[in-house]
């Protein structure tokens, strides 16, 4: 059974930085493509952050672009969102998954950017 468990979050200055992680177990790793997404309010959607491929391509959706960076550690199945010159806008919980699959999601990491 996949089990995601995402850390890093916390209140962060506008403009600063945090670095999340994910931890993936339960499944061949290796195999998926990864995705971070975000809700940002209680009861919205789910809105699509990133997505890194097995072999690291990344694709990320324009609000964040330039800002993030995903990246991923196939040996100790671990994804990660590096978050620089973060906005208000960015506050949400983050959740990696395996885009389209398992409909199974972690707790979430909050991350709060406020002054």
């Known amino acids: 059974q996949v089990q995601f468990v995402e850390s890093g979050g916390g209140l962060v200055q506008p403009g600063g930085s945090l670095n999340l992680s994910c931890s993936v177990t339960?499944?061949?790793?290796?195999?998926?493509?990864m995705a971070w997404s975000r809700r940002q309010a209680p009861g919205k959607e789910r809105d699509w952050v990133a997505?890194?491929?097995?072999?690291?391509?990344?694709n990320y959706v324009e609000s964040v672009k330039g800002r993030f960076t995903a990246s991923r550690d196939n040996t100790k199945n671990m994804v990660y969102l590096q978050m620089n010159s973060l906005k208000p806008e960015d506050t949400a919980v983050y959740y990696c998954e395996v885009p389209g699959m398992f409909n199974t999601w972690g707790q979430g990491t909050q991350v709060t950017v406020s002054s």
């Open positions: 339960g499944i061949d790793f290796s195999s998926y493509t």
């Open positions: 997505t890194i491929t097995r072999v690291g391509i990344t």
